[in-house]
């Protein structure tokens, strides 16, 4: 379990909602939802009078949160050595690209590929151009 939570591994401290937002407000919600064996189709269908991007973001970063902490239970098994290629089966390849350290199309284990995905999202997450978590003034009138 200690490997699990080891902040220099797989798992990444969950991206938490401000209380007192509406976006705090909806991801208690989408959680009420989801933990009540309700139909998956009206759990993620948007609130009357939600706005949908807010709906929507708030439903991918607890879909990465969800993804992080089961990668981070199954990631001891998946070693450099064990998985030294990203695949998706027998007939399908994941090569890295990121324009930046990765230029091209790069074949890498399972487990340093994971990694610069998992760090990756984290950033777009993060990126209050993509998921903004301030109210803006144009929201507020």
Same mark, same amino acid.
């Given at each position: 379990?200690? #490997? ?10 969950? @991206? $938490? ?11 208690? @919600? ?6 009540? !064996?309700? +139909?998956?189709?009206?759990?993620? #269908?948007?609130?009357? !009078?939600? +706005? ?22 199954? /990631?001891?098994? /998946?070693?450099?050595?064990? /998985?030294?290629? %990203?695949? !998706? ?14 230029? $091209? ?8 590929? %994971? =990694?610069?995905? %998992?760090?990756?999202?984290?950033? #777009?997450?993060?990126?209050? =151009? ?7 003034? /144009?929201?507020?009138?």
């Amino acid at each position: 379990l200690k #490997q699990v939570f080891n902040k220099d591994k797989t798992f990444r401290p969950k @991206r $938490k909602f401000e209380p007192g937002t509406q976006r705090f407000e909806l991801h208690k @919600r989408a959680q009420a939802s989801l933990n009540s !064996g309700v +139909d998956l189709r009206a759990a993620v #269908q948007l609130p009357s !009078g939600e +706005d949908q991007n807010d709906w929507v973001a708030v439903h991918v970063v607890d879909f990465f949160n969800r993804i992080n902490l089961i990668y981070g239970t199954i /990631c001891e098994f /998946c070693t450099e050595r064990s /998985c030294p290629v %990203m695949s !998706g089966g027998p007939k399908y390849e994941y090569r890295w690209q990121d324009n930046v350290k990765y230029k $091209k199309p790069t074949a890498l284990p399972a487990p340093q590929y %994971m =990694n610069l995905l %998992m760090d990756w999202i984290e950033v #777009q997450i993060n990126n209050e =151009n993509i998921f903004p978590t301030r109210v803006s003034k /144009c929201e507020e009138e």
